[in-house]
């Protein structure tokens, strides 16, 4: 079985799990209101019964099928035949019998149960027994039923859930087959050239060595490196079935050597890049993810800036900060909610022109610090210009 229908597979029985979760709850709920409504209407006619017996019935030799009689007259108590000795609360007879009050009792014995209602008619006590054990069995038949048919209809909705979400699923997965194709491909045809620029720039850099030209053309080797690696992370970014391995980074030194990449593109604009020194900070993570990161903060930094950036690395607690500084315009208010959104829209009503431009730069860094267990932040300074935080767990 391939990946992709192994994700398909997965992703359709959290669909019917899902699916039969809700069925559960609802199904337990109904059935929560059913039994209650049952109940009560249960206890309703029991009470009717009771009091219409008492009420109705002049002697103790015909009452209604499920009910005794007791009737207490003059110091003489006359029983139904066959009335439990147990069922026959004598306590509420000589109760109600003093102070005329009626009485609606419940007794127990062994594996029964009674209610009983005792009220003074006259100069008579009359109390009804009434036996519980067939409402009982009503109710468990039931709640038999209730369980058996949320059983069923959970089975049914799980396998329903399974359907529907592996048919709904089935053109994605088919979408995400052909981003992986084209990425696949888009990759190889890549390398390609990227391999004969690295071999070309090390041919080109033995022929430097000794000329003034040989620290750019250094630079220019270590460029076609990290074009090549950020190739590769861009590949595993791409394809979700692939694991990322984390290794301990010294982050100060991939923000030193981000910094020392992007000074040619500083100097060409005229900003003034600082680099504020810091001891080795150590992170997990992948070195080539967390150049890009580094690298499109001080993008953002550069074309931004009037005439300085300011990039400094600090640890904190458990954490490694990143903040780059520039001097700009600062961050538009409306822009804010969504500066880390992939092509968020700018502030309406507004020429782009000589406003901060934002596309997929912040929205990659916001993705690669949530890979690391990190965060990015943004803020304006006081004063002039925006400041961009990244922070990610220090290694232990």
Not at 2 to 11: G, S
Not at 52 to 72: C, K, M, Q, S
Request: proline fraction near 5%; charged fraction near 20%.
């Amino acid at each position: 079985m391939n990946p992709e229908t192994r994700m398909l597979r997965r992703t359709a029985l959290a669909a019917g799990l899902q699916s039969a979760l809700a069925v559960a709850i609802t199904v337990g709920v109904l059935c929560g209101v059913a039994v209650l409504i049952v109940l009560r209407s249960q206890e309703a006619d029991q009470n009717t019964l009771l009091v219409t017996t008492v009420e109705r019935t002049d002697d103790v030799t015909d009452p209604p099928a499920g009910l005794w009689l007791a009737i207490e007259r003059d110091g003489h108590l006359d029983l139904t035949p066959g009335l439990p000795a147990e069922a026959l609360d004598r306590n509420a007879l000589a109760a109600t019998a003093a102070d005329g009050v009626t009485r609606t009792t419940g007794t127990s014995a062994r594996h029964d149960e009674y209610r009983t209602l005792t009220q003074r008619r006259g100069d008579e006590v009359v109390q009804a027994v009434l036996d519980l054990r067939p409402a009982h069995v009503e109710r468990d038949r039931l709640i038999k039923a209730l369980l058996v048919t949320g059983a069923v209809g959970l089975v049914l909705a799980a396998a329903a859930g399974a359907w529907s979400g592996r048919r709904a699923l089935v053109p994605l997965a088919r979408a995400l087959s052909l981003q992986r194709r084209f990425v696949a491909d888009a990759g190889h045809e890549l390398r390609t050239p990227l391999t004969l620029l690295t071999t070309r720039a090390q041919l080109l850099r033995r022929h430097a060595v000794g000329t003034p030209l040989e620290s750019e053309v250094d630079e220019l080797v270590t460029d076609a490196r990290h074009l090549t690696g950020i190739l590769e992370d861009l590949l595993l970014a791409a394809d979700p079935r692939e694991g990322r391995s984390h290794q301990r980074t010294d982050f100060a030194a991939t923000v030193r050597d981000a910094v020392t990449a992007a000074r040619p593109a500083a100097t060409e604009r005229g900003i003034q890049l600082d680099l504020a020194e810091s001891a080795a900070t150590p992170v997990n993570g992948t070195e080539t993810a967390l150049r890009r990161a580094v690298t499109a903060l001080l993008d953002n930094g550069i074309r931004h800036a009037t005439s300085t950036v300011t990039v400094a690395v600090q640890q904190s607690g458990k954490h490694v900060t990143l903040t780059v500084t520039d001097d700009g315009t600062g961050i538009d208010p409306e822009v804010m909610p969504t500066l880390f959104t992939r092509f968020a829209p700018g502030p309406a009503g507004h020429a782009p022109t000589g406003r901060r431009r934002y596309g997929l730069g912040l929205a990659l860094v916001s993705e690669i610090a949530a890979r690391h267990g990190g965060s990015v932040s943004a803020h304006n300074a006081h004063g002039h210009g925006a400041v961009l935080r990244l922070s990610l767990p220090r290694a232990s």
